[in-house]
């Protein structure tokens, strides 16, 4: 079946401007994450949704980053006044909710969109 | 917080080589542990995962990884590595109290020279 998708694979920006990135989550998958991967941090957690309860936010890097989640499908992630530390790669990744006895479930990586702030 | 490290940040080795790569975490309580493969270009896929029971994990591409819980560590192995198995190798971590968000090592990143 179709897997993770993302877009745009790729964005190159000016600093200061907005970017929003876009991903679509395997159909079935109530659990949404977003990482990033950059050379200086490695990867690194952003932010968790899990159906309608509230997102955690815990491993946003400042507040010009924002996630939302319409429909328990379609992520965006936006980052505003982009600086040159957010260059990076942006992953999303899905996966099916807690299971049986709380087990968790294995997440499951989108190609990412690599950003690029001049 | 759980944290992971990887000892070797890259690793150098002609085909047919023996492959172990080291992962240790630290969580006093019980975790889910994943490794993680990128081929150059490509994203992220899992290679194996442990979630409970036997402790010798088999996985993809003939990759195998161990829990031991008593040294907090889950070492990747692969008896004899081909060139194709050229890549960066993320070990990661989930834990309950965390709420699922995968903590990941530094990645180690492996040539197979042919």
């Known amino acids: 079946g179709a897997g993770v998708s993302q877009s745009p694979s790729n964005k190159v920006t000016e600093k200061g401007k907005d970017v929003e990135l876009r991903c679509d989550p395997i159909s079935g998958h109530t659990a949404l994450y977003w990482y990033r991967q950059s050379l200086g941090q490695g990867l690194e957690f952003l932010i968790y949704f899990q159906g309608n309860s509230a997102p955690d936010k815990s491993g946003l890097p400042s507040d010009r980053f924002s996630a939302e989640r319409t429909g328990g499908s379609v992520s965006t992630l936006t980052i505003q006044r982009t600086q040159q530390e957010d260059s990076a790669v942006y992953l999303c990744?899905?996966?099916?909710?807690?299971?049986?006895?709380?087990?968790?479930?294995?997440?499951?990586f989108g190609p990412g969109t690599r950003l690029l702030v001049l | 917080a759980q944290s992971v490290s990887q000892h070797n940040h890259h690793v150098i080795l002609s085909e047919a080589a023996s492959l172990e790569l080291g992962c240790n975490y630290s969580y006093g309580g019980t975790v889910n542990l994943f490794w993680y493969v990128q081929y150059p270009g490509q994203h992220l896929q899992l290679l194996l995962k442990y979630f409970s029971g036997d402790p010798l994990v088999k996985g993809i591409k003939g990759f195998e990884a161990e829990f031991i819980k008593s040294k907090f560590s889950f070492n990747l192995r692969k008896p004899s590595v081909q060139w194709s198995d050229t890549a960066e190798y993320f070990c990661?971590?989930?834990?309950?109290?965390?709420?699922?968000?995968?903590?990941f090592g530094g990645g180690t990143r492996v040539l197979v020279k042919p």
């Open positions: 990661a971590v989930t834990t309950k109290a965390a709420g699922n968000k995968l903590t």
């Open positions: 990744a899905s996966s099916y909710p807690r299971g049986v006895a709380g087990r968790l479930e294995t997440q499951y």
